[in-house]
């Protein structure tokens, strides 16, 4: 919610949803500061769907800012590995779960 463009956006969906639904559970804004009173329930609702990731990066031993290498070893440590989301580099444009389900089988296999 960084842009204007963004409560345009989010305005246009929330009209979507009206009319999708009719007004059966969405309750009217009073028309006078119907944007403005729209915007400021963007700012107090609306939180981004990704579930975040990427707080210990999984890289090659020359990246400096890898946490884990390619065994999901923590570097600089024994006996400790990471297999859940947080060793994603980047954000997936998806849901988590799906790639941390293959992370989490690619460990059983790396570490049986």
């Not at 590995?81 to 580099?89: F, G, K, Q, T």
Request: aromatic share 6%; net charge neutral; with cysteine.
């Amino acid at each position: 919610l960084h842009h204007p463009d963004d409560f345009t956006v989010l305005r246009a969906a929330y009209d979507e949803v009206r009319r999708i639904s009719e007004g059966v559970w969405v309750k009217e804004l009073a028309p006078c500061n119907r944007d403005q009173a729209l915007d400021e329930f963007i700012r107090v609702f609306a939180n981004p769907m990704w579930h975040p990731s990427g707080t210990c990066k999984m890289g090659s031993p020359n990246d400096n800012f890898a946490v884990v290498n390619g065994d999901l070893k923590v570097r600089n440590t024994q006996g400790l590995r990471i297999a859940d989301a947080s060793i994603m580099p980047s954000l997936t444009s998806g849901n988590t779960h799906a790639p941390s389900l293959m992370i989490g089988l690619m460990a059983s296999r790396i570490i049986s």
